[in-house]
Structures are given as structure tokens and as C-alpha cells.
Nanobody
Framework: QVQFVESGGGLVQPGGSLRLSCAAS????????MGWYRQAPGKQRELVAS???????DYADSVKGRFTISRDNAKNTVYLQMNSVKPEDTAVYYC????????WGQGTQVTVSS
């Protein structure tokens, strides 16, 4: 059974940084493209960053140049380094495959506020 456990969220001031982690299990991690998604209150979940099996990356325009996605196949873990965060980055962040599976983890809350 596929499972994702996200961590690393919290309260951060505008302009600050956070590093999110997501541990995956139940899949042969190295065989799948992975993504970080977020859902803000009253909005649909959106894909903000993705990383292919070979390490190629892609980003939503809203986070390009500020966020960096990476993966460690030995640890079955995908990371999201968030720099220069903005209040509009406030959301619950999830990881999943890209395309995503039906199962979603609990996510980790990121709140950007002074």
C-alpha cells in the first residue's frame, strides 16, 4: 500500500525559508516521478514542483526561482526547499506521484505570516 508522510512545515516569516520532506513507502520509489502539491483554503490542490526519475525538474510559475525539489532514492524521500516565501505560499503541502495516486497523506501545514 502506497503511503506518504510529509514533514517540515511550520510558521515562517515572509522572505524566510523552510525545507519540507516526504517519506514514501509501498512503491519502488526510484521508478516514479514525484511531485509536491499544495492546497490553500478555498482553493483546489495544485502541483507546484515535480521531479522525474532521472532528476529532471519542473515548477509552477508561482514558485519558479524560489523553490527547489530534490529526491534521495536511497531514502525513498523527496524534498522541497522553499526560499523567499510569500504569504500566498500559505497552504497544506502534500507529496505524491506525478501523476498522482488516489491515496494522499496528511500533508504538512506551511503558514507564511509576520
Amino acid at each position: 500500500q502506497v503511503q506518504f508522510v510529509e514533514s517540515g512545515g511550520g510558521l515562517v516569516q515572509p522572505g524566510g525559508s523552510l525545507r519540507l520532506s516526504c517519506a514514501a513507502s509501498g512503491i519502488i520509489f526510484r521508478l516514479f516521478a514525484m511531485g509536491w502539491y499544495r492546497q490553500a483554503p478555498g482553493k483546489q490542490r495544485e502541483l507546484v514542483a515535480s521531479i522525474g526519475r532521472g532528476g529532471s525538474t519542473d515548477y509552477a510559475d508561482s514558485v519558479k526561482g524560489r523553490f527547489t525539489i530534490s529526491r534521495d532514492n536511497a531514502k525513498n524521500t523527496v524534498y522541497l526547499q522553499m526560499n523567499s516565501v510569500k504569504p500566498e505560499d500559505t497552504a497544506v503541502y502534500y507529496c505524491n506521484g506525478n501523476p498522482s495516486w488516489a491515496y494522499w497523506g496528511q500533508g504538512t501545514q506551511v503558514t507564511v505570516s509576520s
